[in-house]
Structures are given as structure tokens and as C-alpha cells.
């Protein structure tokens, strides 16, 4: 499955928005993305059964050192109490407007929770923003954006 460009463009500008506010809010500096999708270069190969098969070299390298699917897009390893209760972290799952989980995805998200992770999936990089400084207790004028639109 392939990251659609307007998930993309939300990725990178709460990517943006996190290092820009990250000398105000140091926690931001801590927010970090994880590379597990996409599309990479492959080449092709004649599998056993004669079909032709796809296959990235870069893939095969990365699931060596140990990426795994369903991982979430963005982790802030920040523990906070939240609704009353101590959490050790946030993940953050990008989707476009019809995007929905994978199996792997929803597997890693119920996973995290069980470990006291707080697990939010967004649309938009402004509300992703606003749940992380929710997260993270800071008042409503410390959701103010700085970044160039």
C-alpha cells in the first residue's frame, strides 16, 4: 500500500511544525518518524512457481534490521497521566480522507495500548498537533503554529 501525497504533505508539515516548536516545547524534539511503508525501488525475479515476483533489496534490508509492518508513522516516547491514568507514550498514524488501518496497523495500535500507549490516528497535521499538545498539557496558545504555509 502506497502513502497518498496529501497523507504526505500532513506527515511532513506536522514533521515541520514538531522541529520548529521544539526549542519551546523540548518534548517535540523527541517526536521521530517511523520509515516502515512506502514505495522503494524494486527489482523483479521468476519465483519458484515461474510468476514473476517483486522485491526491494531495501525492503528485504530494512525487515533484517528489523522494521516491521504496522509500526505507526510518528512516536513521542513522553510519558504523561492521561484521563487519569499513566501513559508511557504516544503514537501517531497518518491517514488520507479514506484511508483506514491494516490488519498490521490495527494489531500495532491494540498492542501499544495494552502497554500504556495513547494511539491517535489523524487526517490532518493541525489536529495532530492539537492532540500532541493535549498530550502533552500545555495550554491552548501553545498549539499556535509557526511554520510557512
Known amino acids: 500500500m502506497t502513502r497518498s501525497d496529501e497523507e504526505e504533505k500532513h506527515c511532513m508539515a506536522f514533521a515541520e511544525w514538531c522541529a520548529l516548536q521544539g526549542n519551546s516545547i523540548p518534548e517535540l ?3 521521530f518518524h517511523t520509515p516502515n511503508g512506502g514505495v ?3 527489482q523483479t ?4 512457481d515461474g510468476r514473476t515476483v517483486r522485491y526491494s533489496v531495501e525492503g528485504q534490508k ?10 505507526w508513522d510518528y512516536h513521542l516516547p513522553v510519558a504523561r497521566v492521561w484521563e487519569g491514568m499513566w501513559k508511557v507514550g504516544l503514537w501517531v498514524e497518518f491517514k488520507s480522507k479514506d484511508g483506514t488501518l491494516s490488519t498490521e496497523q490495527a494489531a500495532w495500535g491494540a498492542a501499544m495500548e495494552q502497554q500504556n500507549h495513547i494511539c491517535y490516528i489523524t ?11 493535549a498530550y502533552l498539557g500545555l495550554p491552548e496558545g501553545m498549539q499556535l503554529a509557526t511554520r510557512k504555509q
Open 62 to 71: 530494512l525487515r533484517r534490521m528489523g522494521a516491521k509492518k504496522g509500526v
Open 123 to 133: 487526517r490532518d497535521w493541525e489536529e495532530a498537533k492539537r492532540f500532541t499538545c
Open 45 to 48: 525475479r521468476i519465483g519458484p
Open 29 to 31: 524534539k523527541l517526536m
Open 40 to 42: 522503494r525501488p524494486h
